[in-house]
């Protein structure tokens, strides 16, 4: 025998006089016109585009809207050795020296760490990663690059020569060329037990 809880009647709700309740009476479509009156619709209009359309051709096709015009791009540059990135605000229209040198003041500005020996545009390379060994052209506009992130790094500079002889280069270009002249120790190693 099932329980009181778990049997459900198979009609609709009634109380005890017999008649449905309001919300069931509305649901099962009895005095459906008495609830209509007391809720007010909305109008509702059948095309929605009819009034852009009566502003725009007389041909009755829609008008494409021009696309918003960018006011500022936001750039993330990281700066070598630094442990995030900038955040800067640039026009589209600027250029790549542009982004230097806003770069430049924003890491000043914020006093971050490591200190940069110098903070001249000039004295700076942009390249697309840590990994590019190609820097950007200076006159090259930033719309026209395709990406919002960039590295910058100390150019190449006059090599100056350390105390052991060696020659030090501070650029990323330079750096990846000593690496690549050096060799890795643990490869002569390598070619030692072959």
Known sequence: MPSPK????????????????????????????VVAEM????????????????????????????????????????IQRS?????????????????????????????????????VASAFDLHYSQFSLESLNREQKLVELGSRNFFLCPKKTAAAVDGGGASVVSSCSGEAENRAKTGLPWLKFMDFLL
């Open 83 to 119: 442990p995030g990135p900038v955040q800067v605000l640039v026009p589209p229209e600027a250029t790549v020296h542009d982004l230097i040198s806003a770069a430049l003041r924003q890491y000043v500005k914020e006093a971050r760490r490591p200190v940069l020996p110098s903070a």
């Open 39 to 78: 809720l007010p619709r909305p109008r509702t209009v059948p095309d929605l585009l009819a009034g852009r359309r009566a502003g725009g051709s007389s041909s009755g096709k829609a008008v494409a809207a021009a696309p918003p015009k960018l006011t500022k791009l936001l750039v993330n540059v990281t």
């Open 6 to 33: 778990s049997h459900r009647r198979g009609g609709p709700e009634k109380n005890k006089k017999g008649r449905l309740s309001e919300k069931a009476s509305s649901f099962h479509g009895r005095d459906a016109g």
